[in-house]
């Protein structure tokens, strides 16, 4: 099993900076790619980034120069830094962990963090 510990949420001002983080533990396994999800209110759950084992990273166009992932393997830790936050942002953050193992992929999500845009 991996358990992912999610932190850094909270209520900030349009235009301000948030930093998320997410440290998994468990059965780590090598092959693996770690990201962040969010779901507003109504609506489903969308990607924002995503980071591979190897550094390369994705980005939802509706981020992209905004937010900023990226991952510490040496603490298993994965981070989100987002600026220039709008309202549209608000939503509850979640991580997400996929490894896999020869054929077999196993996936794993965060509790979810609150992040709240707003004047």
């Known amino acids: 099993q991996v358990q992912l510990v999610e932190s850094g949420g909270g209520l900030v001002q349009p235009g301000g900076s948030l930093r998320l983080s997410c440290a998994a533990s468990g059965r780590l396994l090598s092959r693996n790619v770690m990201g962040w999800y969010r779901q507003a209110p109504g609506k489903q759950r969308e990607l924002v980034a995503t980071?591979?084992?190897?550094?390369?990273?994705n980005y939802a166009d509706s981020v992209k120069g905004r937010f900023t992932i990226s991952r510490d393997n040496a603490k298993n830790t994965v981070y989100l830094q987002m600026n220039s936050l709008k309202p549209e942002d608000t939503a509850v953050y979640y991580c997400?962990?996929?490894?896999?193992?020869?054929?077999?992929?196993?996936?794993?999500w965060g509790q979810g963090t609150q992040v709240t845009v707003a004047s």
């Open positions: 997400n962990r996929r490894q896999w193992l020869k054929v077999q992929d196993y996936d794993y």
């Open positions: 980071v591979n084992d190897d550094g390369s990273t």
